[in-house]
Structures are given as structure tokens and as C-alpha cells.
Nanobody
């Protein structure tokens, strides 16, 4: 069982930055694929970024060159650095984890076994 706790959300003006953190419990964090998803009101949950245990990273087209996912295995934490924020980035951001994801599945929310409670990000224009 893995428990995930997100933090770092808040309100920011367009063009600003935020850094989200997701702290994970468990001794096998380094073996998990970690993902960030987001869900805006009235919309489906969508993939934002993922990082595999190898350190390979993957991004949605809409956030490439603006967001950076990273992990600190010593601290059981994954981060999402968000720069040049836009109003369309407003959403609840969720951290997710899974130990058995195949590459083809890491953008699919339903493939992740563990989820955090979410943190709100609001970008005003």
C-alpha cells in the first residue's frame, strides 16, 4: 500500500510559477512510476507528466517546455515544477503511482493503482 500526499498548490497570476510536491509512503518508492494528472471542472482527468524509475520523463504536449517532473528517491518525493502558467492550467492536480505500468499505459489514469487527494492550482489572467 502506498499513500500519496500532494502539496504546493495555490493561486498565481498567468506567467507565474508553482512547484508541486508529492510525498509517498513505503520503502519501494524508487521502483514506482510516478505521474501527475489534472482535472478541471466539468472535464475528464488528463495526463500531465510522468517519470519512470529509470528517470525517463514524459509530458503532455500542452505542458512541454513549461513543466518539469523530477523525483528524489531519498526523500520519497516527486515534484512538478510549473512555469509560464496559463489560465487553462487551472485544475486540481493529482499525484499517482504504480509499480507495474508499461510504457504504453503511463498516460492512462485508470492504469495507476495509487492516488493522492489532489491540490488546487488556480491561474488568473
Amino acid at each position: 500500500q502506498v499513500q500519496l500526499v500532494e502539496s504546493g498548490g495555490g493561486s498565481v497570476q498567468a506567467g507565474g510559477s508553482l512547484r508541486l510536491s508529492c510525498a509517498a509512503s513505503g520503502r519501494t518508492f524508487s521502483s514506482y512510476t510516478m505521474g501527475w494528472f489534472r482535472q478541471a471542472p466539468g472535464k475528464e482527468r488528463e495526463f500531465v507528466a510522468a517519470i519512470r524509475r529509470t528517470g525517463s520523463t514524459y509530458y503532455a504536449e500542452s505542458v512541454k517546455e513549461r513543466f518539469t517532473i523530477s523525483r528524489d528517491n531519498a526523500k520519497n518525493t516527486v515534484f512538478l515544477q510549473m512555469n509560464s502558467l496559463k489560465s487553462e492550467d487551472t485544475a486540481v492536480y493529482y499525484c499517482a503511482a504504480d509499480s507495474t505500468l508499461m510504457l504504453v499505459d503511463l498516460r492512462v489514469a485508470g492504469r495507476y493503482d495509487y492516488w493522492g487527494q489532489g491540490t488546487q492550482v488556480t491561474v488568473s489572467s
